[in-house]
C-alpha cells in the first residue's frame, strides 16, 4: 500500500472513488461531474489530493484546501475528504492518508490542519484524536447557505 500525490492522469480513476464518496454522504451519482470538479481544483491548483493505492487500485483519497489566518499571518489546511472504499477500510488507509496530510503541511509550514466532521461520527472522532487532533472547545461553525 502507498500514498502518493495525484497527478492530472490520475483524475479519471479518482473520479470514479470520488463519486462513490459523494453517494455515501447522499449525491447522486454522476461521474462526469465528480471529474469535472476534481478537475478544476487540480487544474486552478486549489487543492491537494493525495491517493491510497493497493494493487494498483485506488483504494482512498484525501482532499485539503488551503486556509489563510489573518491573525496569525499564516496558512493552514482544511481537511475536507477524506475516504477509503468500503472492502478496504480497518487495514490503516485512512490513517495512512492523515499522516500523509500531517507530513505535507508541516512540510509547507502550515499552522495546522482543520477538519469538520458529523458529530455521530465517531470512529472517525476516534482515530482523528489518535493521529493528534484536538476537538475545538472555543470555537462555534455556523454556516449560511446559498443554495
Excluded: W
Amino acid at each position: 500500500m502507498i500514498v502518493r500525490r495525484a497527478t492530472a492522469e490520475d483524475l479519471p480513476q479518482l473520479a470514479v472513488l470520488f463519486d462513490e464518496y459523494r453517494q455515501f454522504y447522499g449525491a447522486s451519482s454522476h461521474i462526469e461531474e465528480s471529474l469535472n470538479f476534481l478537475k478544476q481544483r487540480f487544474d486552478n491548483k486549489e487543492s491537494v489530493i493525495f491517493i491510497h493505492i493497493k494493487d494498483n487500485v485506488f483504494t482512498g483519497f484525501i482532499l485539503l484546501y488551503l486556509g489563510f489566518s489573518s491573525v496569525t499571518c499564516s496558512t493552514y489546511y482544511i481537511l475536507d475528504d477524506v475516504y477509503v472504499t468500503p472492502s478496504y477500510r480497518r487495514q490503516g488507509s485512512a490513517q495512512q492518508l492523515i499522516d500523509t496530510a500531517i507530513h505535507f503541511a508541516r512540510y509547507e509550514n502550515a499552522l495546522r490542519i482543520t477538519l469538520e466532521t458529523q458529530k455521530t461520527n465517531i470512529i472517525s472522532h476516534k482515530l482523528y484524536e489518535k493521529m493528534g487532533f484536538v476537538k475545538d472547545q472555543e470555537f462555534q461553525t455556523f454556516h449560511c447557505f446559498l443554495k
